[in-house]
């Protein structure tokens, strides 16, 4: 495996990842497999780094344990983020994933002179393949960013170093974007963040090149990518990447999503949902094109209200959402709820029930609006907004 370049913004000169875990690791024999938690990114992306580079096996993220046999025939593993139910553990090989990361290689078209920046734990496992696994395959650079108001201003600066800069997002950081363009070498996943399409057409003309893509824990992150960005893609995760496949398949009369993948994980806890003929049934619901784009409406138990799914719903709230993102649920044919990020104000409240209402034709007493404590769609992920830097102070343990 290269070595990289693995930086933060603390002013440090970037350090060597692999060599700079193994000093902090400092000799000692680290558990089987090493469960990576805590709060200092570098010092976590570093001992990752060892990890994968001397085959130590290795569990990001927090949840109930697992029993798992002694010779590991996994490398990593990774805990769902717990949004929708308990968190699930899923395991890797590091044959899994190299297939992945050559699909975001391709995607992102990045190279040894590329530099990827995210203000994302590394423990999660969006960035821990899309960031960490990337740059030790490249011999890139990941740049861990603390505070969230500091990732495009550092993305603006690292672009002009490098050939590419990928920014890995989420909804915290999309919701504030800068008032300054991006280099046209810049390049930003959206991370599944629920925008609306008027929100990513806003990105697309003023900040720059934002792609939807779409992938679970159990698939290791990634399964289909916008390829196009043109309007015909819009609002869509783009097609399959090659070697991976999606098809929709009826169930209980809902269009629910099947995916195969040969990066699919083994469950350490918890199980699978497959279907008759061995693909993975995901709780999304969905449609795809004559060109093979997949589009999302919304979960399994989510139902059509008045012809429209949540997706659906999403995007006529556009306009009044601006970049602000908002997760949308049908959960029974007459009800509809949304909820709104963190911060959001009583007149943005009112003025989102009144579109809906309106929208599907029902009383505003059948749209139900609050706002998150966290982030929209996960529990492992703190929501650290601007001006507040997340704490540094916890190592690997």
């Not at 057409?201 to 960005?229: I, K, P, Q, W």
């Not at 509809?336 to 929208?359: C, K, P």
Request: with cysteine; net charge negative.
């Amino acid at each position: 495996m290269p070595e990289f370049a693995l930086s933060g913004t603390d002013g440090k000169a970037p350090v060597t990842a692999a060599a700079h875990g193994r000093t902090l690791i400092d000799g000692r024999q680290p558990p089987r497999p090493l469960q990576l938690q805590g709060d200092d990114r570098v010092a976590l992306a570093a001992v990752a780094a060892w990890a994968l580079a001397e085959g130590h096996p290795l569990i990001t993220g927090a949840g109930p344990g697992a029993e798992a046999g002694h010779d590991y025939p996994w490398d990593v593993a990774f805990y769902t983020s717990g949004s929708t139910g308990t968190p699930r553990l899923f395991a890797f090989t590091k044959h899994q994933l190299d297939i992945v990361t050559g699909w975001y290689a391709t995607i992102y078209r990045a190279t040894a002179d590329s530099v990827i920046v995210t203000n994302l734990p590394p423990g999660y496992n969006f960035p821990f393949v899309a960031g960490l696994c990337l740059a030790a395959a490249l011999g890139a650079r990941l740049h861990l960013v603390d505070a969230v108001e500091d990732v495009f201003t550092s993305a603006r600066q690292l672009a002009g170093t490098h050939d590419r800069c990928i920014v890995l997002a989420n909804p915290v950081l999309l919701e504030h974007p800068p008032n300054f363009q991006l280099p046209d070498n810049c390049l930003i996943d959206t991370g599944g963040a629920p925008l609306s399409t008027k929100a990513i057409a806003y990105y697309r003309s003023t900040v720059a090149d934002l792609r939807e893509g779409y992938g679970l824990t159990e698939t290791c992150s990634l399964t289909h990518f916008d390829t196009e960005a043109c309007d015909a893609s819009l609002g869509t995760v783009g097609a399959a990447v090659e070697g991976a496949g999606a098809r929709i398949v009826t169930v209980a009369g809902k269009p629910r999503v099947a995916l195969r993948t040969p990066a699919l994980g083994t469950p350490l806890t918890g199980t699978l949902e497959h279907t008759e003929d061995g693909e993975l049934l995901t709780g999304d619901l969905g449609a795809i094109d004559a060109a093979g784009r997949l589009r999302l409406f919304g979960r399994h138990d989510d139902h059509l209200v008045e012809g429209l799914w949540p997706r659906d719903v999403l995007d006529h709230l556009g306009a009044i959402l601006g970049t602000r993102t908002a997760l949308v649920r049908h959960p029974s044919p007459d009800r509809v709820a949304v909820r709104l990020s963190a911060g959001a104000d009583d007149r943005l409240v009112d003025a989102v029930r009144t579109a809906t209402s309106e929208l599907i034709g029902y009383d505003p007493r059948h749209v139900a609006v609050d706002t998150a404590r966290g982030l929209l769609h996960s529990v492992k992920l703190p929501r650290v907004p601007p001006n507040e830097s997340a704490s540094a102070s916890a190592s690997a343990s």
